[in-house]
């Protein structure tokens, strides 16, 4: 259940055997006369800068806890404006949050009891825990659209932020039975206006597949950064700094999504961690046939993983 890839030309996502295959049928007759952005990071900025490449004339309403990095995604965009509270983007046709997972349930079920129009979506890399936040909270989800961009990298501020980070990317979308297909509809037209691949997909399939695509390496890179000795830092050769770089993400922003997706992490680690022992075992073997034969294996997957982009 943990196998997976990714095929954005063809606008296509396999997990296993199942597979969803993403039309662009966008609806032309969609306008947004204004769009909401709660989050000034990365992710917030990149689709500020989006914005504004393919929709110019669509107001930008930015909030972020930090009025430094609002005013800075404001800017990003040439009708962007800083406002001070959730509620002033009740009125936006469209809202993102794309704030830390650990912010975003709340965040959500806030901009739902505002009432009004605006359709909210998120960019959070678990969803299974946010989807129970907002179901448990009793707001009427309708206009909730669950979402994640497969984007993004180390540094987590604005400072990095261009629209190149998400065109030609994928954007999960992860509808509920409490999802109004209205809502989704609008979603989807929005994003593939600002050219990324949707895909749709059950919040919990999601966080299988982001659990052994982004999780797990994570997870792996801050256990082996750990493991590194201050006086053999010189010695610790490409291998083992290409591994560990991962770890020079925000630890706060990796704790709080290592917790919100922690069941399907550990069940992935298990595996992980079975497959090591298997490897370890094989090189205690006279013959080496069945280590060669399973290090092969690995050498092609990563092969075929580099033509799958």
């Not at 930090?66 to 809202?95: K, Q, T």
């Not at 979603?187 to 990324?196: C, H, I, P, Q, S």
Request: with cysteine; aromatic share 4%.
């Amino acid at each position: 259940p943990y196998t997976g890839w990714l095929q954005s030309p063809r606008n296509r996502v396999a997990i296993g055997a199942k597979a969803v295959i993403v039309h662009r049928n966008m609806d032309r007759n969609a306008t947004f006369k204004s769009i909401g952005l709660v989050g000034a990071g990365l992710i917030g900025g990149s689709l500020a800068a989006a914005l504004d490449r393919l929709l110019p004339e669509t107001a930008l309403r930015v909030y972020d806890i930090s009025p430094g990095n609002a005013a800075y995604v404001a800017e990003r965009h040439r009708r962007g404006d800083v406002v001070g509270a959730l509620g002033a983007l009740a009125r936006c046709d469209i809202v993102f949050v794309a704030t830390p997972v650990a912010a975003i349930g709340g965040q959500v079920i806030e901009l739902l009891r505002l009432g009004g129009e605006a359709i909210v979506i998120d960019t959070g890399s678990a969803k299974a825990a946010i989807v129970a936040a907002v179901a448990e909270s009793g707001v009427d989800a309708g206009r909730f659209v669950p979402g994640h961009p497969l984007a993004g990298g180390v540094s987590t501020g604005p400072g990095l932020a261009t629209p190149d980070n998400l065109t030609g990317r994928p954007f999960v979308l992860t509808p509920t039975d409490a999802t109004a297909p209205d809502a989704v509809k609008r979603a989807r037209g929005l994003l593939e206006t600002l050219g990324v691949s949707v895909i749709e997909m059950a919040p919990d399939v999601h966080d299988r597949l982001l659990a052994l695509g982004s999780h797990l390496p994570h997870l792996i890179a801050f256990a082996l950064a750990g493991m590194a000795e201050e006086g053999d830092f010189e010695l610790l050769p490409a291998s083992f700094r290409g591994v560990a770089a991962f770890a020079a993400s925000d630890p706060q922003m990796w704790s709080d999504i290592f917790r919100a997706n922690s069941e399907e992490l550990r069940a992935v680690a298990d595996l992980f961690k079975k497959r090591l022992d298997l490897i370890a075992a094989m090189a205690d073997e006279p013959a080496p046939g069945a280590l060669l034969e399973s290090l092969r294996d690995a050498r092609s997957r990563t092969n075929a993983l580099g033509e799958s982009l």
